[in-house]
């Protein structure tokens, strides 16, 4: 697995060559996760029923339930995951603001994701 590496600014990183890319390691695997978290259902053009539900089942007035299985869903099928050992994640619905904090077990390693995202 290879993901190009994000800078502070969650922008590519470019220039560095083959150190501008994540290739069999944990942190592709926890990048492929972000990617799948941040991408909204219908957003991309070549498979519209690809994305997270975030309309569906996260915005809004959804149960806590509802959302984070929406979301464990969408982590445990990433490739490369095998499972999650430690969840966490809280839903500011006034500023859809979502803060998600996970160790998962990858098939290269354990990997820890701690990030906020903007719904």
Same mark, same amino acid.
């Given at each position: ?5 994000? *800078? /502070?600014? *969650? ?5 560095? =060559? +083959? %150190? *501008? ?5 944990? /942190?592709? +695997?926890?990048?492929?996760?972000? &990617?799948?978290?941040?991408? #909204?259902?219908?957003? #991309?053009?070549?498979?519209t @029923?690809?994305?997270?539900? #975030?309309?569906?089942?996260i ?5 806590? %339930?509802?959302? /984070?299985? &929406? ?8 490739p =490369?995951?095998? @499972?999650? /050992? ?13 803060? +998600?904090?996970?160790?998962? %077990? &990858?098939?290269? =390693?354990?990997?820890?994701? %701690?990030? @906020?995202?903007? =719904?």
């Open positions: 697995m290879r993901y190009r590496k994000l *800078d /502070e600014n *969650d922008d590519y990183s470019f220039g560095s =060559g +083959v %150190n *501008d890319f994540h290739s069999n390691t944990p /942190e592709a +695997v926890a990048q492929a996760v972000l &990617t799948r978290l941040r991408l #909204w259902m219908g957003e #991309w053009f070549a498979d @029923s690809d994305g997270t539900g #975030w309309n569906q089942s915005l809004g007035k959804q149960s806590g %339930n509802l959302y /984070e299985l &929406t979301l464990r869903q969408r982590v445990l099928q990433t =490369g995951v095998q @499972s999650i /050992e430690e969840f966490q994640s809280s839903l500011d619905a006034e500023t859809r603001m979502l803060s +998600v904090s996970m160790t998962i %077990n &990858t098939i290269y =390693g354990t990997a820890v994701l %701690n990030r @906020s995202l903007n =719904g």
